[in-house]
């Protein structure tokens, strides 16, 4: 065999195998083959470093099959080759952009606007990691054979890792691909309000009749956040029916949470049971290999050029979900072009300064001191837990986080996975105890000092 058809075979074997296959992997071009050692050229600087470190053995493992013997590979960076790639790109780009339009997609257009649905989210544009590679293969299941299997599909994660964009893939795919279905996407606190107000109409019970029939008339549910019924006692049992009526008409659901059934407070068994009885699969935050080809995708997407160490560097920064990821990059790019300068590294490091964050103290670090203090772990905090003990420890961990990190309410109660009027409550309520309790003021005073040592 030459060099360019053990390579394709090989590809044809690593797109199962690696996550990230079209970023790293389906540009490198086979130059050389001497019975020992292939060579591969890449038009992307990062790429010989990034498939050495994660993807070594698979490679090896992949070409030994192939080729029936150990042989050893070699990838370098090309410059020319690098000019040439980045070239076919922005004439592909130019491509799609001038392509006619179908006379099919104002149609789409309005069945995607009555769905609910944001048009970024597409499955083409989400960047699969390990972290994610489950949650997307489930998701893609469900979109190709709605109520087939996996129903109902229940994604869990923390705050900003892309359950919302999976879920809405699983829409836009089925709106494109089988548009007989009817498709809706609501977030759980637009349901609760939109809830509250049809029940506080003079015609109520019309209204009501019309509210459920919205849910329950339809091919596909999408519910984002169920965590927000927390509590809400009658908004479950109307997701309780709705549930049933579509459920038991094969019609497919998906919701989101940003925790497990069992840990949602209040959960009626009979929901958390029927939350549990399809498939339940979970996001975790992405590697770093995962962040730099969802910061290269970002940058690709949006049409804007950057210094591939960009990239790099936001990726060893910014490590806890994809939100902030982007935001960093968003902020970066906003100002690279308000000031007309090139995206560099150097400009990166001065608009974020992710050295001088690194110093600051961080909501963790608060949680941290104060559960050293009281003896409570930060599984404890971050947990479903009630007992006085826990509970007391995490609003002086709430009260301190606030006033030492100046985090906003909302931060803080993602890091907590709580909500927002419950950290308010928590900081009001230990403001006003220190005023007459001394013995919390020292305690607070002191794990301050603690703090601020570090």
Known sequence: MDFEEIWSKAKEELEKKVPTFSMWVQPLKPVSFDGNLLTLHSPLALAPQMIK????????EILKKVCGKDISYNILYDDEYSKKYHEYLKKEERAKKNENKDPQLDNLAQMQSSANLNLKYKFSNFVVGENSRFAHAAALAVAQNPAKKYNPLFIYGASGLGKT?????IGHYIIFNKPKLKVKYIKTEE?????????????KTNRMDKFRQKYRNVDVLLIDDIQFLESKTFTMEEIFHTFDTLYNNNKQIVITSDRLPKDIPTLPDRLRTRFEMGLVVDITPPDFETRVAILKNLADTAGIKSEFSVFEYIAKNFVNNVRELEGAFNKVSAYADIEKTDLTLEFAKKVLKCDE???????????????????????DFLSSARNQRVSSARHVAVYIAREITQKSFEAIADFFKKKHTTMLYSYDKIKNDMKTNKELENAVNEIIRTLKSL
């Not at 470190?53 to 090896?60: A, G, L, P």
């Not at 349901?191 to 049809?198: D, G, H, T, V």
């Open 191 to 203: 349901y609760f309000n939109e809830l509250i107000k049809n029940l506080q109409t003079s015609d």
């Open 165 to 169: 964009h999976l879920m809405q893939a």
């Open 357 to 379: 964050l690194k110093k600051q103290i961080t909501i963790e670090d608060t949680a941290k001191a104060v559960g050293e203090y009281y003896g409570v772990s930060l599984n």
């Open 53 to 60: 470190s994660q993807h070594d053995e698979k490679f090896r």
